[in-house]
């Protein structure tokens, strides 16, 4: 089945470490997202790609950077991992070519910065 | 004030209820208007779209579009404990972003 999937799925780690998020789709899809959900936050956008050479700050951006290494694939990076980034993360894939816009997600990844 | 305010809940309801999800928005631009379900630990999963005003149903959902009042409404007829999770309305126009709201956390009773 097309999909969405990210690795790891769970993460611990310690403050000041690199750390980085994988995200690779069979959809298709030309753009992808990166969010971060915390309790009674919602989902907040952190960058997002509507093609390869094409990369975009969300509105919490700073202190994470990504890289589009193929239309499938999508990392999202951690330089220099702090207690606040604990959260749960998720890649979405959107098609352009639909109006709406709809996303879909991956099943996430629990990182937890100690 | 958030684009789009949504009551977190919980809400509980008994098993057979119908139940109404609603959100609030404030950007006149927004035309496209979805509702995702997200069971816990599991990533959001779209559930139902709909374009500008007016309702849309699909199976035991239905969603409601007031475009007037910025205002839009998922509603579950026969309510089953498998829908119990969190429900995220998300709206976007057309910088092809969407805006989530934070979710109405739906709790099915037996």
């Known amino acids: 089945d097309a999909d969405v999937t990210q690795t790891p799925r769970n993460r611990i780690t310690k403050t000041g470490k690199r750390i980085m998020l994988e995200c690779s789709q069979t959809k298709g899809h030309d753009r992808m997202y990166w969010y971060r959900q915390d309790p009674g936050l919602g989902l907040q956008l952190i960058y997002y790609s509507f093609d390869v050479k094409d990369i975009n700050k969300g509105e919490i951006s700073d202190g994470y950077s990504v890289s589009r290494q193929a239309q499938a694939k999508f990392s999202l990076s951690l330089e220099s991992a702090i207690p606040n980034q604990t959260a749960l993360y998720f890649c979405a894939t959107s098609d352009s070519s639909r109006e709406t816009n709809e996303q879909f997600f991956g099943p996430g990844t629990r990182l937890t910065v100690l | 004030q958030k684009e789009v305010e949504q009551d977190p809940g919980p809400l509980s309801v008994p098993e057979g209820a119908i139940v109404s999800l609603n959100c609030t928005y404030s950007n006149s631009a927004f035309q496209y208007f979805m509702w995702y379900r997200q069971y816990s630990r599991k990533g959001p999963e779209l559930l139902m779209y709909?374009?500008?005003?007016g309702n849309k149903e699909d199976g035991r959902f239905t969603a409601q579009v007031d475009k007037s009042s910025k205002y839009i409404s998922l509603f579950i007829r026969d309510s089953q404990p498998s829908d119990s999770a969190t429900y995220l309305c998300?709206?976007?126009?057309?910088?092809?972003?969407?805006?989530f709201g934070t979710g109405t956390r739906l709790q099915v009773t037996l």
């Open positions: 709909t374009y500008s005003s």
């Open positions: 998300a709206m976007t126009g057309t910088a092809s972003k969407l805006t």
